[in-house]
């Protein structure tokens, strides 16, 4: 069966994640930086009613539960940069 309601709606935007990774690759000079290992693409969700995240894993290509120890773990200084990132794009609108 197909889901419906809300579980559409989370289905539709997990969905929409795939395609938007799919679109980055397309690009030639992400395509290359990404074969070489030089960057990494993450599809990344976020449940604001329960707080879960959910991240396109490419292996199986599925979009799963980041857990700690599911790859998902990030470095302090990671999330530092991607927070102050995001303050940014804040502050700019």
Do not use: C
């Not at 889901?3 to 980055?24: F, S, T, W, Y």
């Not at 991240?55 to 857990?67: K, L, P, R």
């Not at 998902?72 to 991607?82: A, F, I, K, N, Y």
């Amino acid at each position: 069966p197909q889901p419906e309601g809300a579980a559409a709606l989370d289905r539709i935007a997990q969905l929409n994640i795939v395609q938007q990774l799919k679109h980055l690759v397309a690009y030639p000079f992400i395509r290359s930086r990404v074969e070489r290992h030089e960057i990494q693409l993450y599809g990344w969700y976020y449940r604001i009613e329960d707080g879960r995240m959910l991240t396109y894993d490419d292996a199986s290509g599925e979009i799963v539960e980041v857990t700690p120890g599911s790859g998902g773990d990030w470095p302090e200084q990671t999330l530092l940069r991607m927070a102050e990132a995001e303050e940014e794009l804040w502050d700019k609108l």
